[in-house]
């Protein structure tokens, strides 16, 4: 049976469509395979990248990126690019080191791999964290037939709203909508 994984990136590149996928511990042989050539092959490009915020936390990125892909299975073939993310965090005095692997089809440079892995996170921090803990999604049980894509849908229609109108604090703005209902209707866009 093929994994999830290998079934949706064949799906991407039938479409003629670039990837970049995290290979996590799920995926232990292509883990194992990342691992090793990024342990016996030179890396093509690297960068650096340090990010310091208000929150007592501060992380260092090094990232590696290896073209040496011609040990992997025929089932991975599309891979072109390992991307390696060594990175230590210090939040309020604690340090910790992960590395994590990523693989791709794209021939870019480690710089833009950086970009396009970190703009990933913020589409993750940005709609997704409000859908599930602002919204309660992950609480909801609606599971029949097309209510929870429309649901979604009508959560993200929200949050654009919301966006639209300025609101930064989204859990504040349902709030004070929720209590006044009327103002819902002076929001533009409405």
Known sequence: MLCTLKKTLRKIINKQHSFVAQVKSNQSE????CQ???SVSDSIDTFTTYDHNTHGRYEERYIEIYDDVYQIENEWSMVKRIIKINATVVKYGKVTHETRYYISNLKENAASFSHIIRSHWKIENSL???KDVTFLEDFNRM???QIP???SL???MAINLLNLNGFSNKAKARKQLAWSAMDVFELKGV
């Open 30 to 33: 292509l883990l194992k395979w």
């Open 36 to 38: 090793y050539n990024s």
């Open 128 to 130: 997704h964290y409000i």
């Open 143 to 145: 599971r029949t037939k």
């Open 149 to 151: 894509q429309v649901m």
């Open 154 to 156: 009508l959560r993200s």
